[in-house]
């Protein structure tokens, strides 16, 4: 059985770096077979797709433009993990953050979901 | 951007009752969709993939059906457990969206 496990902080100051890992247990990161993505809820957003690292044969990377110029996903494979940084915070970026599996398996919809983070965006 | 519209966006029925919602995508997708299921304070949970297809694990009263523009999630026989919020998603093209989703409450 696939295990996400998310851990980062819950507050950002404006203006800093949201980092988040999210650690992979049952799968690989590297697996030919899966995509891992970062998807974010709001209230007012409600739920957005913000990115995804995935290993066919070498690393591949999507963003969505909202936040393509201070986003980077990057996979740990020496922790089996893949993590979230977006930069220049500001409380427009507070939602709970998810990390999430898309499975080959199932046409890439995201099949199993790690537990969630609140980050909220403040001084 | 692909844009998806639910409808309707609250909905309140009963126990047993037989409910079915729409999604509705602003082109063309052919049956690249997915359903969800939300709980309050827990992440989604995947009912359903590419239109039709049940997630392993998901009762066989969840079904979906639909392609194209046009889709709907139907519960045969709505049990307490499912009172919840459900969300379609497209992935057939990047980036994936979702929609704003269809709250079904106890009538």
């Known amino acids: 059985q696939v295990q996400l496990q998310q851990s980062g902080p819950g507050l950002v100051k404006p203006s800093q770096t949201l980092s988040l890992t999210c650690a992979i247990s049952?799968?690989?990161?590297?697996?030919?077979?899966?995509?891992w993505n970062w998807i974010r809820q709001s209230p007012s957003r409600g739920l957005e797709w913000l990115g995804r690292t995935y290993y066919r044969s070498k690393w591949f990377n999507d963003y969505t433009m909202s936040v393509k110029s201070r986003i980077s996903i990057n996979p740990d494979t020496s922790k089996n993990q893949f993590s979230l940084q977006l930069s220049s915070v500001t409380p427009e970026d507070t939602a709970v953050y998810y990390c999430?599996?898309?499975?080959?398996?199932?046409?890439?919809?995201?099949?199993?979901w790690g537990q969630g983070t609140l980050v909220t965006v403040s001084s | 951007d692909i844009q998806l519209t639910h409808s309707p966006s609250f909905l309140s029925a009963s126990v047993g009752d037989r409910v079915t919602m729409t999604c509705r995508a602003s082109q063309g997708i052919s049956s690249s969709l997915a359903w969800y299921q939300q709980k309050p304070g827990k992440a989604p949970k995947l009912l359903i993939y590419a239109a039709s297809t049940v997630q392993s694990g998901v009762p066989s009263r969840f079904s979906g059906s639909g392609s194209g523009t046009e889709f709907t999630l139907t519960i045969s026989s709505l049990q307490p457990e499912d009172f919840a919020t459900y969300y379609c998603?497209?992935?057939?093209?990047?980036?994936?969206?979702f929609g704003g989703g269809t709250k079904v409450e106890i009538k």
């Open positions: 049952g799968d690989s990161v590297s697996s030919n077979r899966a995509a």
């Open positions: 999430a599996r898309g499975g080959v398996a199932a046409a890439g919809a995201l099949d199993f």
């Open positions: 998603q497209q992935l057939n093209s990047y980036p994936t969206t």
